[in-house]
């Protein structure tokens, strides 16, 4: 072995000690444990997909999960035809009204987005709920369809242990002060920009 290669292997070594010396010092300072606010927000594509990743990861551990989408088009989405009919362990709603753009019907928006946050209010407030997806939500509350502080006073008074996820573009100061943690997905490109179509199982 030459000295030049054998000063790499130090130098590399040395760079590793430090990084999990800072590594094992974050883990050792992160003590409290709870449930976790997640808001997913952004232009760009994955806020969604992000969101049915930890619901992957929750039910993986046996853990019951609650699903809640307050806006959705004229397709089923692939995640609605496999969590209804695959799964024992997650309770999946969906507002089912399509997009809002479609219906045009502000009266009618607003009766359906009341009973969906209806469902989402029970699972805020049912600890047997480990993780619940609010998908869209942002939403609802930009266009006006539900109370800011009547969503915020619920996501707040949830079960300790409950990690909620909330998604959708926007989403205002409040909700990201709710959050604990908070991504904003930022379009580089879209495929759908440069005229490709929406594919299944990968846009719905
Ligand atoms: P996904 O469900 O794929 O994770 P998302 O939740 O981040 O997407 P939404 O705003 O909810 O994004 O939009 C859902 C649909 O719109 C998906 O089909 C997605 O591919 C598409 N989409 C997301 N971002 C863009 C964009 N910047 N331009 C065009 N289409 C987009
Ligand atoms: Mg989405």
Do not use: C
Request: net charge neutral; charged share 25%.
């Amino acid at each position: 072995m030459d000295k030049k290669s054998d000063s790499k292997k130090n130098n590399h070594k040395q760079k590793m000690q430090k990084l999990k010396e800072s590594v094992d010092a974050s883990i050792a300072a992160a003590t409290t444990e709870k449930g976790i606010g997640i808001l997913l927000t952004g232009d760009g594509k994955g806020k969604t997909s992000s969101a049915l990743g930890m619901v992957l990861r929750s039910l993986g551990y046996g853990f019951k999960v609650g699903v809640v989408q307050f806006i959705k088009g004229a397709h089923p989405s692939g995640e609605a035809k496999f969590f209804l009919h695959n799964h024992p362990d997650i309770t999946f709603h969906q507002m089912g009204t399509g997009f809002t753009w479609e219906t045009q019907d502000r009266d009618g928006d607003i009766k359906a987005a009341l009973e969906t946050w209806a469902i989402a209010e029970n699972m805020l407030k049912d600890e047997s709920y480990y993780l619940v997806v609010l998908d869209e939500l942002t939403y609802m509350l930009s266009f006006k369809y539900l109370d800011e502080e009547r969503v915020l006073k619920t996501l707040n008074s949830r079960p300790k242990n409950q990690t909620v996820v909330v998604t959708g573009r926007g989403g205002g100061k409040a909700l990201r002060d709710w959050a604990d943690t908070v991504s904003e997905v930022k379009e580089v490109k879209h495929a759908f920009n440069s005229g490709i179509m929406a594919r299944e199982g990968v846009d719905y």
